[in-house]
């Protein structure tokens, strides 16, 4: 299958929405992808079938009591702004209802949220330390962007995301200087309060209901790291890497857990502290 490379895609810098709404999407997510009973959806859905809560006008008929009916799964999933770039550019306002071939279109909303996902990464490397290599990646991405279905399908993907995560792995260095390095390490359950991870490297690491209540994490890398039902409670988050706001809804907090900016609190956790 041919691929087009990274590197030979002209650049053209512009500012991409990486921010979900569904206004301007069509329901992809609801209908294109498959979820599970086991991932916390409520029920077994094959891609291309819409989800019975759907609408006819696309909105979903639960969303106000997702989790108290048992589809978790649906809170701490986020596109990243794909579905709106798939919806509008990509196929032009077209609809599923109106596209005769919905496993082309799960494909290539699935490399439109992976794009989207390593933008809103290197939109974080370039706001904390910004570098050439970053720029230039990220100007390219946004060419990628822009390709049509067939070009995004033959893109070599995998090439890509080596490339930003070298870029992002640079950077993490850089940022969190001599921090303890736990990748991709097994800290399921463990009560993590008496630990030093300020700064840690975290990245693909195992915290699913681990105890980092009143943590300071300091810029510790978190890319990747599953924080499902995640202690945060009073944490300190501010100031670390590459978190996304599907780890933040994964996670159990209150108003006392201090998170990026960019980031907002989950619509489940307590809004007033004990």
Same mark, same amino acid.
């Given at each position: 299958?041919?691929?087009?490379?990274?590197?030979?895609?002209?650049?053209?810098?512009?500012?991409?929405?990486?921010?979900?709404?569904?206004?301007?999407?069509?329901?992809?997510?609801?209908?294109?992808?498959?979820?599970?009973?086991?991932?916390?959806?409520?029920?077994?859905?094959?891609?291309?079938?819409?989800?019975?809560?759907?609408?006819?006008?696309?909105?979903?008929?639960?969303?106000?009591?997702?989790?108290?009916?048992?589809?978790?799964?649906?809170?701490?999933?986020?596109?990243?702004?794909?579905?709106?770039?798939?919806?509008?550019?990509?196929?032009?306002?077209?609809?599923?209802?109106?596209?005769?071939?919905?496993?082309?279109?799960?494909?290539?909303?699935?490399?439109?949220?992976?794009?989207?996902?390593?933008?809103?990464?290197?939109?974080?490397?370039?706001?904390?330390?910004?570098?050439?290599?970053?720029?230039?990646?990220?100007?390219?991405?946004?060419?990628?962007?822009?390709?049509?279905?067939?070009?995004?399908?033959?893109?070599?993907?995998?090439?890509?995301?080596?490339?930003?995560?070298?870029?992002?792995?640079?950077?993490?260095?850089?940022?969190?200087?001599?921090? !303890? @390095? %736990? $990748?991709?390490? /097994? &800290?399921?359950? #463990? =009560? *993590?309060?008496?630990?030093? +991870?300020?700064?840690?490297?975290?990245?693909?690491?195992?915290?699913?209901? !681990? @105890? %980092? $209540?009143?943590? /300071? &994490?300091?810029? #510790? =890398? *978190?890319?990747?790291?599953? +924080?499902?039902?995640?202690?945060?409670?009073?944490?300190?988050?501010?100031?670390?890497?590459?978190?996304?706001?599907?780890?933040?809804? #994964?996670?159990?907090?209150?108003?006392?857990?201090?998170?990026?900016?960019?980031?907002?609190?989950?619509?489940?956790?307590?809004?007033?502290?004990?």
């Amino acid at each position: 299958m041919p691929t087009t490379p990274l590197d030979l895609l002209p650049a053209r810098p512009a500012e991409p929405d990486l921010t979900a709404d569904c206004s301007r999407c069509f329901a992809l997510c609801c209908v294109l992808l498959p979820y599970s009973r086991a991932a916390g959806f409520g029920a077994d859905k094959p891609g291309g079938v819409a989800c019975p809560q759907l609408a006819e006008d696309d909105r979903c008929t639960i969303h106000a009591d997702l989790r108290e009916r048992g589809w978790p799964g649906c809170t701490v999933f986020d596109c990243f702004g794909a579905g709106q770039q798939v919806a509008q550019v990509t196929y032009g306002g077209t609809s599923w209802r109106g596209y005769d071939d919905l496993g082309e279109m799960a494909a290539v909303l699935s490399v439109m949220r992976r794009v989207h996902e390593m933008l809103a990464h290197l939109r974080e490397v370039l706001r904390r330390t910004p570098e050439p290599a970053a720029r230039a990646a990220w100007d390219r991405l946004l060419e990628v962007r822009d390709l049509g279905p067939v070009e995004l399908l033959t893109l070599d993907l995998d090439e890509v995301h080596i490339e930003i995560g070298d870029i992002l792995a640079a950077a993490s260095a850089r940022v969190r200087g001599d921090g !303890a @390095d %736990l $990748r991709r390490t /097994d &800290l399921a359950g #463990a =009560d *993590l309060r008496a630990r030093d +991870l300020r700064d840690a490297g975290l990245r693909g690491a195992l915290l699913i209901g !681990a @105890d %980092l $209540r009143g943590v /300071d &994490l300091g810029a #510790a =890398d *978190l890319l990747g790291a599953d +924080l499902r039902d995640t202690d945060v409670r009073g944490a300190d988050l501010g100031d670390v890497l590459f978190l996304t706001q599907p780890q933040v809804d #994964a996670a159990r907090g209150d108003a006392a857990t201090r998170l990026p900016a960019s980031l907002h609190a989950a619509q489940h956790w307590p809004s007033d502290t004990p």
